[in-house]
């Protein structure tokens, strides 16, 4: 939750190659206090059968830039994801050289301001991705 001296993150991740929520992609979250600062990890979690993410660590007072960074390789290498991809015409690693993921990973780092509350989803296919600011 945003206070008058913090911002608040929130996400959700839809899976668009199979219309559905993506399970299970652990999310990492790091914040800084300026553009030129070090980022500090502050923990994450992982997304639920909704494919949102509601126990994110709250953001240190100060926090500037947030960089939610989205584990999507295990994602589409689990058995579960597997069976949607066979019923699909391109494999997920189809065109990408490797065994695994084009994507292993999603990182996204936008400007935050005290007082806001910013939902930042992921439309995640295996070869592409789109993010915005929601509501």
């Given amino acids: 939750m ?7 993150v929130s996400t959700h991740i839809l899976d668009t190659s199979v219309g559905r929520p993506a399970e299970g992609v652990a999310i990492k979250l790091a ?9 500090t990890a502050l923990g994450g979690s992982a997304t639920d059968a909704d494919g949102r993410c509601k126990d994110l660590p709250a953001l240190p007072e100060g926090t500037t830039h947030v960089r939610l960074d989205f584990q999507t390789e295990a994602y ?20 990408s050289g490797t065994t695994g ?22 439309l995640l296919n295996p070869f592409g991705y789109s ?5």
Avoid at 103 to 112: G, K, L, Q
């Fill in 2 to 8: 945003s206070t008058d001296t913090t911002a608040s």
């Fill in 76 to 95: 589409f290498l689990s058995k579960q994801n597997k069976q949607a991809e066979a019923q699909q015409d391109a494999p997920a690693n189809r065109d």
């Fill in 101 to 122: 993921a084009f994507f292993p990973e999603v990182a996204i780092t936008f400007a935050v301001v005290p007082g806001e509350h910013y939902h930042v989803p992921l």
């Fill in 31 to 39: 914040a800084r206090s300026g553009s030129d600062a070090e980022w």
């Fill in 131 to 135: 993010v915005y600011r929601g509501s």
